[in-house]
């Protein structure tokens, strides 16, 4: 069965091929650029996140919290052992902006147009 899921018989989407391309692609990078190591791991874990949230929103227009907030934490957690090029600081205030701009935008259009168009309604 070519190109066909071994157990339902539907057709493998060009897409799947092309997310597992480019996830090897990253971790072959990482492995490359920084050998067998822990910085390695967490660089192709950042990438593989993104390949999954670029796909994921260039679908449906959504990107799910738990692939956010992983490379949220992913990123703090690199930058706090010195594994980024960036200061556990900078990587705070980046997070904080990262997340009250969107906010921010969205309690704008709210106050404006008096209605929610987010699907998560915070009780911030």
């Keep these: 069965m070519r190109g066909k899921c071994a157990h339902c018989g539907h057709g493998i989407s060009p897409r799947y091929i092309l997310v597992e ?8 990078w990482s492995a490359w650029q920084f050998d067998l ?4 791991l967490l660089y192709a874990l950042f990438f593989t996140l993104a390949i999954s949230l670029f796909f994921i929103d260039l679908e449906t227009f959504l990107l799910p919290d738990h692939l956010t907030f992983s490379m949220l934490w992913l990123g703090l957690f690199g930058s706090a052992i010195g594994y980024l090029p960036v200061t556990p600081g900078d990587a ?3 997070a904080v902006l990262g997340y009250l701009l969107p906010w921010s935008i969205n309690k704008l259009y709210v ?13 911030f």
């Design 92 to 94: 705070v205030l980046g």
């Design 21 to 28: 391309l480019l996830t090897g692609a990253a971790f072959a």
């Design 111 to 123: 106050l404006i147009r008096k209605h929610d168009n987010s699907l998560i309604h915070n009780h």
């Design 37 to 40: 190591t822990l910085i390695a």
